[in-house]
C-alpha cells in the first residue's frame, strides 16, 4: 500500500531554514507528481508546490518562489522539501502529497505532516 | 483570502442532505477539474472527490461532487456523526499556474 512517511517536527529561529523529507513506498516512486500543502495552526490549506520525481521538473507557487526548493533523492525514494529566511508566520504544519493517478491533480495519498515552528 | 470561495460553516442533523458550495471564476473552476478534501480534526486531509464528481475507492457514495460554470458543490446525504469535519475545495488556476485551495467548510453534525 502506498505510504508517505515525514521527517519528524523542527523547531528553527527567525531567518534560518528547515528541509523536510517525505519518504514514499508502495508504488513507482518516478510514476506520480509528489505536491506539498502547508496548513498553519487553525487555518485552511495552503498549496506549495510540486515536484516530477521522474525529472526533478518543479513548479512552485508564486508566494514561496525564491524560498523554497524541492529535490528527490530517486534511490531511497525519497522528496525533500526546504524553505529558507523563515519568518513566524511559516509556522504550520507541512504536508507531502502524491496525486491520486498520472494526469490527475488530486492528491489522493498524504504524510502524516512535519510541524515546523519558527520561535526565537 | 482564498482564491476559492466556501462557506465558514454548515450544520446538518443525522440523516440530513447537506451542501457545501464552492465558487471561483473562469481561470479556476471554469477551466479545471475539482477536488473536494475532508478533514477529521488533528488528521491529514483525504481525498473525496476527485474530477468533479469521482471517488476513490472506500469514500462511500453518500458523498457526491458536481459543478456548474464557476461553482462547484459537495453534497452529502445521510449525514452521519462522523462526517463531523473540514471540507476543502480545490482544483488548478491556470492564471497563477498554481493550485488553488478554497477556505474550507467546518462541518457540525447537530
Known amino acids: 500500500q502506498v505510504q508517505l512517511v515525514q521527517s519528524g517536527a523542527e523547531v528553527k529561529k527567525p531567518g534560518a531554514s528547515v528541509k523536510v523529507s517525505c519518504k514514499a513506498s508502495?508504488?513507482?516512486?518516478?510514476?506520480?507528481?509528489m505536491h506539498w500543502v502547508r496548513q498553519a495552526p487553525g487555518q485552511g490549506l495552503e498549496w506549495m508546490g510540486w515536484?516530477?520525481?521522474?525529472?526533478?521538473?518543479?513548479n512552485y507557487a508564486q508566494k514561496f518562489q525564491g524560498r523554497v526548493t524541492m529535490t528527490r533523492d530517486t534511490s531511497i525514494s525519497t522528496v525533500y522539501m526546504e524553505l529558507t529566511r523563515l519568518e513566524s508566520d511559516d509556522t504550520a504544519l507541512y504536508y507531502c502529497?502524491?496525486?491520486?493517478?498520472?494526469?490527475?491533480?488530486?492528491?489522493?495519498?498524504w504524510g502524516q505532516g512535519t510541524l515546523v515552528t519558527i520561535s526565537s | 483570502q482564498s482564491v476559492l470561495t466556501q462557506p465558514p460553516s454548515t450544520s446538518g442533523t443525522p440523516g440530513q442532505r447537506v451542501t457545501i458550495s464552492c465558487s471561483g471564476s473562469?481561470?479556476?473552476?471554469?477551466?479545471?477539474?475539482v477536488n473536494w478534501y475532508q478533514q477529521l480534526p488533528g488528521t491529514a486531509p483525504k481525498l473525496l472527490i476527485y474530477?468533479?464528481?469521482q471517488r476513490p475507492s472506500g469514500v462511500p457514495d453518500r458523498f457526491s461532487g458536481s459543478n456548474s460554470g464557476t461553482s462547484a458543490s459537495l453534497a452529502i446525504s445521510g449525514l452521519q456523526s462522523e462526517d463531523e469535519a473540514n471540507y476543502y475545495c480545490?482544483?488548478?488556476?491556470?492564471?497563477?499556474?498554481?493550485?488553488?485551495f478554497g477556505g474550507g467548510t467546518q462541518l457540525t453534525v447537530l
Open positions: 473562469s481561470s479556476n473552476i471554469g477551466s479545471n477539474t
Open positions: 508502495g508504488y513507482t516512486f518516478t510514476d506520480y507528481y
Open positions: 502529497a502524491r496525486v491520486q493517478q498520472q494526469f490527475v491533480q488530486a492528491l489522493g495519498y
Open positions: 515536484i516530477n520525481p521522474d525529472n526533478g521538473g518543479r
Open positions: 474530477r468533479n464528481r
Open positions: 480545490a482544483t488548478w488556476d491556470d492564471s497563477l499556474n498554481a493550485a488553488v
